[in-house]
């Protein structure tokens, strides 16, 4: 069962430009990654939230938690075309399992 | 670090055989999972070891499906009887002993045809 829902299912935007992506879940969680994977590659992973925590930088990446919605939200910055890729949020049901989303797709435009 | 190494990449096969994958996680690591991934959508949590015991295996996978990891090193996945529906993604990962959720390191996959 996927218990993480990401927000859009695709996204396109123009290289430069901010790149917004949501990400909610069902049941109460200890954390929340992001995950980055570009076509036909494994998962990269970008960051991990813990539920006592809010917001989190990596580079040009804002990872926010709001445990009172169970959402989260991944912010890039000034997209480049590398960024063009499917980004997934997952979330633990247990001390060892991650439950996924369907992902969203964001495509970088040149 | 040389990262999670997954063969074959591809494999392509008729209805009925069987077919053997492996995984070789990054050395440190203890944990070690097997995912599942379909276009479209997110990976779909297969099983998982820590070091050489099996502690978890989801209740979609049928008996078909079988896992390995006898040194707590490498794994193999092996699908017997293989069908049309199992053609897909394969998918490894490791991670870390700490406690809890650790950012987890995968391969590059398996991708599977069935013919």
């Known amino acids: 069962s996927q218990q993480g829902e990401e927000d859009p299912q695709a996204l396109s935007i123009q290289e430069g430009e901010n790149a917004t992506m949501n990400c909610s879940y069902k049941t109460s969680i200890n954390n929340l990654q992001w995950y980055r994977q570009n076509s036909g590659r494994g998962l990269v992973h970008l960051i991990l939230?813990?539920?006592n925590e809010r917001e989190k930088h990596s580079g040009r990446l804002r990872v926010t938690l709001d445990t009172s919605k169970k959402s989260s939200s991944l912010l890039i910055t000034a997209s480049r075309a590398a960024d063009t890729a499917s980004y997934f949020c997952?979330?633990?049901?247990?001390?060892?399992?991650?439950?996924w989303g369907a992902g969203t797709k964001l495509i970088i435009k040149p | 670090d040389t990262g999670v190494s997954q063969n074959p990449r591809h494999k392509i096969t008729k209805r009925g055989q069987n077919v053997t994958f492996r995984c070789d996680p990054i050395?440190?690591?203890?944990?070690l999972y097997w995912y599942r991934q379909t276009l479209g959508q997110g990976p779909e949590f297969l099983t998982y070891?820590?070091?050489?015991?099996?502690?978890?295996k989801s209740r979609l996978l049928s008996d078909r499906f079988s896992a390995e990891r006898p040194k707590g090193s490498f794994s193999t996945l092996e699908i017997q009887r293989t069908e049309q529906g199992d053609s897909a993604m394969y998918l490894c990962?490791?991670?870390?002993?700490?406690?809890?959720?650790?950012?987890?390191?995968f391969g590059d996959g398996t991708r599977l045809s069935i013919l």
């Open positions: 939230i813990r539920s």
């Open positions: 070891f820590q070091n050489e015991a099996q502690l978890e």
């Open positions: 050395s440190e690591h203890n944990r």
């Open positions: 997952a979330t633990d049901d247990s001390n060892y399992q991650l439950i």
């Open positions: 990962a490791s991670s870390g002993t700490a406690s809890g959720n650790q950012p987890q390191h």
